[in-house]
């Protein structure tokens, strides 16, 4: 192991909190569970380390992917880290530089900020993207894998409640309208009990979005769903009365 340098002793003596609390390592502990998310989402080539400042000759507190720059728990804060704890405690919640690994591998790296509740730089979460990965691989963590494709359904972020309900309507409607088992003059019945069983009719204004997609009135949607009620109650209507 190279020697340490001057540099990184002096600025190692001054990152190190002098007084660090129950409540900081408390802190620190519940940041852990973002080192396995980050990595999780971004794939076998990012390394995500945990800091702690109480500490830096032993800041490492977790590592995952720590194999792609041989970083284990208990080492210590790179002199490249140190090197911007001044930074970050003048300003800002994170930097990014590019840089290189312990092992001389090329990496994208950001560096966020972590702090007490009194506002007090505690640690660093530190996000190393290794970019001397090959292409093919990188991607492949971004894509689902051949098994796991036919499970995988869109989540849809919209952007308002119309937008919602009318992609529920829309899906709902293409089901229906492809199902050999659903005659047609029973479709419009059979969409609005599926909706109403999605929860689509516990949003405001539902109804009337319905109607005018499936072009018939409010009162025809509420005869069905009051159809619908009515034959969800008739079992446990049967149990009680034998």
Excluded: W
């Excluded at 208990?74 to 140190?82: D, I, K, S």
């Amino acid at each position: 192991m190279p020697a340490e340098s001057g540099t990184a002793r002096s600025l190692k003596k001054s990152a190190a909190k002098s007084t660090f609390s129950q409540q900081d390592r408390q802190l620190l502990d519940l940041y852990g569970g973002l080192v396995d998310g980050v990595a999780e989402m971004f794939g076998k080539h990012c390394e995500v380390v945990l800091h702690s400042l109480a500490d830096p000759n032993r800041s490492v507190l977790k590592v995952a992917n720590g194999g792609l720059s041989g970083c284990q728990v208990g080492a210590p804060m790179t002199e490249q880290a140190l090197r911007l704890l001044p930074e970050l405690e003048r300003q800002g919640e994170a930097q990014t530089c590019f840089t290189q690994s312990r092992l001389g591998t090329p990496m994208k790296s950001s560096t966020q900020a972590l702090r007490s509740l009194q506002g007090e730089l505690i640690g660093l979460l530190c996000i190393n993207l290794h970019l001397g990965a090959p292409f093919h691989e990188l991607m492949a963590d971004f894509l689902p894998r051949v098994a796991e494709r036919a499970e995988v359904s869109p989540e849809n972020f919209n952007n308002n409640v119309e937008e919602l309900v009318t992609l529920t309507v829309e899906r709902t409607i293409d089901a229906i309208n492809a199902d050999p088992d659903v005659a047609n003059n029973a479709k419009n019945k059979q969409i609005v009990t599926t909706l109403y069983e999605k929860g689509i009719f516990d949003i405001k204004d539902a109804i009337a979005m319905v109607s005018n997609k499936l072009n018939i009135s409010k009162h025809t949607v509420y005869l069905y769903i009051r159809q619908k009620k009515r034959d969800d109650e008739e079992p446990s209507h049967h149990q009680e009365n034998p």
